[in-house]
T-cell receptor
Framework: AQTVTQSQPEMSVQEAETVTLSCTYD???????LFWYKQPPSRQMILVIR??????QNATENRFSVNFQKAAKSFSLKISDSQLGDTAMYFC??????????????FGKGTKLSVKP | DSGVTQTPKHLITATGQRVTLRCSPR?????VYWYQQSLDQGLQFLIQ???????AKGNILERFSAQQFPDLHSELNLSSLELGDSALYFC??????????FGEGSRLTVL
């Protein structure tokens, strides 16, 4: 079975500073993806960043980057230059790929991030 | 805009009733997923359909059922509703790039 664990229920950061959200996962599969989704107060689920397990290079999207440690099964999200609009719940998710067919995503319980002015 | 459309956005009903939630996936996506998010909880996977057929089943109650139609839209039927079924129900679709694209959700309140 696959599991995703986010050990930080809540975090806060000052505007313009950097914050790192932690995520660990467990799977015996070799072909998988990892994601961070953001859920602001509007409740919309928004993809922040994705990482293919076979890629060693860490994914980056503007101010968002990940630290993917495959052997340790760790996938942390770093937000640089935090902005008030980054205030949201952040979910780490694991997705399996079955020969090109996308399986469902397994989500962690989330980390509530507050960016303070 | 993710391209996934869910209706209704809000629904209030009474215990014991039955409701139907509807989802239209992104154009070209064959897979539809349903998730339940209770208050301050993560997302619980309910069920997945692929091109009209059930592909995977998660923590879906027997009182709940779903189907995907030939035009690829999907419906989630919730019956004999209980107070604990109050939640945000998300539909998502995927292509072949790995990520899921979520609709805005249907907020169900059972009184």
């Amino acid at each position: 079975a696959q599991t995703v664990t986010q050990s930080q229920p809540e975090m806060s950061v000052q505007e313009a500073e950097t914050v790192t959200l932690s995520c660990t996962y467990d799977t015996s599969e070799s072909n998988y993806y990892l994601f961070w989704y953001k859920q602001p107060p509007s409740r919309q689920m928004i993809l922040v960043i994705r990482q293919e397990a076979y890629k060693q290079q860490n994914a980056t999207e503007n101010r968002f980057s990940v630290n993917f440690q495959k052997a340790a099964k760790s996938f942390s999200l770093k937000i640089s230059d935090s902005q008030l609009g980054d205030t949201a719940m952040y979910f780490c998710a694991l997705g399996l790929n079955y020969g090109g067919s996308q399986g469902n995503l397994i989500f962690g319980k989330g980390t509530k991030l507050s960016v303070k002015p | 805009d993710s391209g996934v459309t869910q209706t209704p956005k809000h629904l209030i009903t009474a215990t014991g009733q039955r409701v139907t939630l509807r989802c239209s996936p992104r154009s070209g996506d064959l897979s539809v997923y349903w998730y339940q998010q209770s208050l301050d909880q993560g997302l619980q996977f309910l069920i997945q359909y692929y091109n009209g057929e059930e592909r995977a089943k998660g923590n879906i109650l027997e009182r709940f059922s779903a189907q995907q139609f030939p035009d690829l839209h999907s419906e989630l039927n919730l019956s004999s509703l209980e107070l604990g079924d109050s939640a945000l129900y998300f539909c998502a679709s995927s292509g072949n790039t790995g990520e899921l694209f979520f609709g805005e959700g249907s907020r169900l309140t059972v009184l």
